[in-house]
């Protein structure tokens, strides 16, 4: 930290003061925002910073002058957070930039047009950061992390105020957003309903007239959420709006939307290209992939032990521990096609003992009642179509279309 004279840092304060009164004074809103944007740790908000360390009476200039006492309240707890976020206190840093986000919020509530919109955007991203901060703070002195909760209901009250009629309502699927993140973040996932009911079923919300990074955003993480939920066909559906409209230069959302959207394909029965996870370094689904197309069933079960953490973090463990169905069914295929070259009259019997070695060369070790079991799964999920001869230990398979296409519909469907 640089030495600053007293006369410097009166400079610096009473530069932003200025700064700040005048965009809101012109509705500048570009201007707003540099100035609220703590997490940028932009020089001249550092600099500003020890400025008001070696100045300690800066509330003395804001009330000097009716231009800024306008603003007072805003202004001194502000002033504070960027002290206390300077020196390193995120608590404390919190703490004012939550009383400082409640005061502005009330004075944009104040203002008819939407023109701080994108100020007040920064003020929702900002104040969901400092308190993932300040909960790692409190965490590492042992204390339980509280603030991240606290900038929710924070959040929720900004919703409040966009959600009504007007130019304003725009915001909303912003803020919705930045709920999701913190949602997701403290594992209180099932709080999203309340605001997806209020973006899906209000009448106020036309979805398409939100700005695409917004769309796209909320996309992904309802789409998300149909994955927990295990409503395929409804997560394709977002997942891929997602993806169709993110920016196509934005590699690693891409690849964000893909970890999901992937695990959703292939329990669909659509298989993704192999270029496609080179591009987006999306290897641990390679040999999935691979699996799924050998009928492999070694190979998958290794591949999840293999990436287990990985899958786990994003919660499609459970998704991709379930094509194991899917293998089960390739593997029948492949036995069918082998035992059709070999004898044509009766390659639609396939004799329990056989599926039985198939699974001992692959290292999988079954009796033939497991075998039973697993044939009479598939039959049940649609997977294979025929019926079970379980006197002769053979399975008897359609002669018409025996092991029919997902087609984009979930297992069982």
């Keep these: 930290?640089?030495?600053?004279?007293?006369?410097?840092?009166?400079?610096?304060?009473?530069?932003?003061?200025?700064?700040?009164?005048?965009?809101?004074?012109?509705?500048?809103?570009?201007?707003?925002?540099?100035?609220?944007?703590?997490?940028?740790?932009?020089?001249?908000?550092?600099?500003?910073?020890?400025a008001l360390n070696v100045f300690q009476d800066a509330s003395s200039l804001i009330r000097q002058s009716d231009k800024f006492s306008e603003y007072g309240e805003i202004l001194a707890h502000l002033f504070r957070s960027l002290q206390s976020y300077r020196i390193g206190n995120l608590v404390e840093a919190y703490l004012a930039y939550e009383k400082f986000a409640n005061a502005f919020v009330q004075e944009f509530r104040n203002w008819e047009s939407a023109w701080a919109l994108e100020a007040l955007y920064v003020v929702c991203y900002e104040i969901r950061i400092l308190a993932e901060k300040a909960d790692k703070e409190l965490t590492s002195?042992?204390?339980s992390p509280e603030k991240l909760k606290a900038a929710g209901s924070l959040l929720m009250k900004v919703f409040g105020v966009l959600a009504?009629?007007?130019?304003?309502?725009?915001?909303?699927?912003?803020?919705?957003?930045?709920?999701?993140?913190?949602?997701?973040?403290?594992?209180?996932?099932?709080?999203?309903?309340?605001?997806?009911?209020?973006?899906?079923?209000?009448?106020?919300?036309?979805?398409?007239?939100?700005?695409?990074?917004?769309?796209?955003?909320?996309?992904?993480?309802?789409?998300?959420?149909?994955?927990?939920?295990?409503?395929?066909p409804a997560a394709d559906t977002k997942l891929s709006y997602a993806l169709q409209h993110c920016i196509p230069r934005r590699d690693r959302n891409i690849r964000m939307i893909l970890k999901y959207l992937i695990p959703v394909k292939l329990s669909l029965g659509i298989i993704p290209k192999d270029e496609l996870l080179q591009n987006y370094n999306l290897h641990e689904y390679i040999k999935i992939v691979q699996a799924l197309k050998?009928?492999?069933?070694?190979?998958?079960?290794?591949?999840?032990?293999?990436?287990?953490?990985?899958?786990?973090?994003?919660?499609?463990?459970?998704?991709?521990?379930?094509?194991?169905?899917?293998?089960?069914?390739?593997?029948?295929?492949?036995?069918?096609?082998?035992?059709?070259?070999?004898?044509?009259?009766?390659?639609?019997?396939?004799?329990?003992?056989?599926?039985?070695?198939?699974?001992?060369?692959?290292?999988?070790?079954?009796?033939?009642?497991?075998?039973?079991?697993?044939?009479?799964?598939?039959?049940?999920?649609?997977?294979?179509?025929?019926?079970?001869?379980?006197?002769?230990?053979?399975?008897?398979?359609?002669?018409?279309?025996p092991f029919p296409k997902l087609n984009g519909k979930p297992v069982g469907s």
Aim: charge should be positive.
């Design 294 to 401: 050998k009928g492999d069933l070694r190979l998958l079960r290794h591949a999840l032990q293999e990436h287990e953490d990985r899958f786990l973090r994003s919660g499609v463990y459970l998704v991709l521990e379930k094509l194991e169905l899917q293998v089960y069914q390739r593997l029948m295929k492949k036995i069918y096609i082998i035992q059709k070259l070999s004898d044509p009259a009766r390659a639609h019997q396939l004799k329990l003992e056989v599926i039985a070695k198939a699974l001992r060369w692959l290292e999988m070790d079954m009796d033939l009642d497991e075998v039973e079991c697993i044939m009479t799964i598939l039959i049940y999920k649609n997977l294979v179509k025929g019926y079970l001869a379980h006197k002769n230990k053979v399975v008897v398979l359609s002669k018409q279309d």
């Design 141 to 143: 002195n042992g204390k």
């Design 164 to 232: 009504g009629k007007g130019p304003k309502r725009v915001g909303a699927l912003y803020v919705t957003c930045q709920l999701f993140k913190t949602y997701f973040k403290l594992g209180t996932v099932n709080l999203c309903r309340s605001v997806i009911r209020s973006i899906e079923t209000a009448r106020i919300f036309d979805f398409e007239e939100f700005p695409r990074r917004d769309k796209v955003t909320y996309m992904y993480y309802t789409g998300r959420l149909e994955v927990f939920n295990e409503n395929f």
């Design 1 to 50: 930290m640089a030495y600053v004279s007293m006369g410097e840092a009166h400079r610096r304060i009473t530069e932003y003061l200025n700064r700040f009164c005048d965009s809101v004074s012109y509705q500048d809103s570009s201007t707003l925002c540099r100035l609220l944007s703590f997490s940028s740790n932009s020089a001249p908000l550092l600099s500003l910073a020890d």
